[in-house]
């Protein structure tokens, strides 16, 4: 089983550039998340999906846009990169509708922007 | 909303020493409570959960935890650590009345054992 998969794993842009985070799961998950991940600050919850066509926002959205076409897909992109997002992104899914379920991640996609 | 503080942001111990990972939280509902590790360079995995009945969870590798609502903490124990378990360890909590796993993650704890 490959689970949550993510590409790329490192990546570095320069400021302005754009890029797109891929986030793939073969778990049939219906609900799917981004999460930011800084020194000593946790992670931040950037946008989630509860199914196909449909997202909202997270605790940290700003500088980002996603997508769920598929609900196997669920790709983050940043149009204009900046500094303060220099981080680690991880991608997660949960079979559960209710906040029991356990989050199955991704191995991180590390960027940094110069 | 809730939020999660871990009191310790490393940990340091010799192998097979007992250790205590603290983490206490705060929400106006009623709450699902999670430990995740993350191992150096890779995805969180969890640990173990509570979600409702008796307030010792047993977890993989040996963890447990204790829920205790009149402290709202829910802290990590292990009686006797290897070498192995040196990772970040991640107390998180979620809205039981919410659908969705929106959880609510705390900074970390880096818990480091030392031969």
């Known amino acids: 089983n490959a689970g949550v998969t993510q590409t790329p794993k490192f990546r570095i842009l320069k400021i302005g550039q754009s890029m797109t985070l891929q986030c793939t799961q073969d778990?049939?998950?219906?609900?799917m998340y981004w999460y930011r991940q800084d020194p000593g600050m946790g992670l931040k919850l950037i946008y989630y999906s509860v199914g196909a066509g449909i997202t909202d926002k997270g605790e940290v959205p700003n500088g980002y846009n996603v997508s769920r076409s598929t609900t196997e897909d669920f790709p983050l992109r940043l149009e204009l990169a900046a500094p303060s997002q220099t981080s680690v992104y991880f991608c997660?899914?949960?079979?559960?509708?209710?906040?029991?379920?356990?989050?199955?991640f991704g191995e991180g996609s590390r960027l940094t922007v110069l | 909303a809730q939020s999660v503080t871990q009191l310790d942001s490393q940990v340091p111990v010799f192998e097979e020493a007992p250790v205590e990972l603290r983490c206490n939280y705060s929400s106006s509902v009623s709450v699902y409570l999670f430990w995740y590790v993350q191992y150096p360079n890779q995805g969180l995995q969890l640990l173990l959960k509570y979600l409702s009945g008796s307030t010792l969870v047993k977890g993989i590798n040996g963890f447990e935890a204790e829920f205790n609502k009149s402290q709202t903490s829910f802290h990590l124990r292990k009686p006797s650590v290897h070498i192995s378990d040196t990772a970040e360890y991640f107390c998180a909590v979620s809205d039981a009345e919410t659908s969705g796993s929106r959880l609510t993650f705390g900074e970390g704890t880096q818990l480091t054992v030392n031969p």
């Open positions: 997660a899914s949960s079979y559960s509708s209710s906040g029991a379920g356990e989050l199955f």
């Open positions: 778990m049939n998950h219906n609900y």
